[in-house]
């Protein structure tokens, strides 16, 4: 088979019977056809069969495929791309998780949409992260990447927090709020959906920011331009204790006073679909949406 790709790496959810399945079928199947494997070495170690020499940490299977495949829900996908958005690597999902917005491939019957991706036959986006910032005193403190979005928040459920929002060095408002969600078009499906936030189509270059049960009835949701800085000050005034989070995976900590700077990053994630792929027939499936009346 001619493809564009050579050297293909598999990456997979731990511990989980239905995914070490499915790579296993993806490792015979890829081999089958003349491609260099290699696979995550924390879930590979857990299948039988798989060569040790085919076994690489994530970092050094991004520097080493073309192709990565990620067994598992979004958040597989997720974990996965904020270290493979450091590479020219690109990116396909087998869903072996719950809604499945970024993992296209059926797991029960993923050979002929993926053996089309092989031979070049795809449909490629490019989705950029954010990168996040935490600032204390005007020294940079911490900093992680989200593939879908920041959420500032206390780390006890329903405290009011103070802040003020920028956008670059413009002041936009204050806020009594539980927090702020800063997402993505490719976020903006996932919490903050749940949180009253907008849906942004994927090739927007925008944000949004949601308020989290604002105490006024008067804030709303906002899209901001990507090329623009985010820019959160928290007031001195706040007790409880205070953390941004990426993706719900990476929490960085925060103190009164802090500043949290959000800006979209440099690097980006190279996803790629197979060509029946609608990102509109997605919505329409995950969300429930009607079918065609006419």
Not at 86 to 105: E, K, P, Y
Request: charged share 20%; glycine share 8%.
């Amino acid at each position: 088979m001619t493809s564009p790709f050579k050297t293909i790496g598999l990456i997979g959810k731990p511990n989980h019977d239905g995914a070490a399945m499915t790579l296993h079928r993806l490792y015979t199947f890829l081999q089958a056809l003349g491609f260099e494997v290699l696979v995550e070495e924390r879930v590979g170690q857990q299948i039988d069969y798989i060569d040790n020499n085919c076994l690489r940490g994530l970092v050094e299977l991004g520097e080493q495929a073309d192709l990565a495949i990620v067994v598992g829900g979004d958040g597989n996908m997720l974990g996965a791309a904020r270290v493979l958005s450091r590479f020219d690597v690109a990116v396909i999902g087998v869903n072996r998780g719950n809604l499945g917005f970024l993992t296209d491939l059926n797991p029960d019957g993923f050979e002929a949409s993926l053996e089309q991706v092989l031979r070049g036959e795809y449909i490629e986006e490019s989705r950029f992260l954010l990168e996040v910032e935490v600032y204390r005193h005007a020294e940079l403190k911490s900093a992680n990447a989200a593939v879908n979005e920041a959420v500032l928040h206390a780390d006890k459920v329903a405290h009011m927090i103070e802040f003020e929002a920028f956008i670059d060095d413009d002041f936009v408002f204050s806020q009594r709020s539980d927090g702020l969600i800063v997402c993505t078009p490719t976020g903006s499906t996932a919490y903050s959906l749940s949180g009253g936030g907008p849906i942004l189509t994927p090739e927007l270059n925008a944000m949004a920011m949601v308020p989290m049960f604002p105490h006024t009835l008067s804030s709303r949701p906002l899209v901001v331009d990507a090329d623009k800085s985010i820019r959160l000050k928290l007031s001195l005034e706040n007790s409880a204790s205070l953390q941004v989070s990426c993706d719900s995976h990476v929490v960085l900590a925060l103190l009164p006073g802090d500043e949290v700077v959000v800006r979209k990053a440099d690097r980006k994630l190279r996803l790629i679909h197979p060509k029946s792929y609608s990102y509109y027939n997605v919505l329409r499936q995950k969300l429930n949406w009607g079918s065609r009346l006419f």
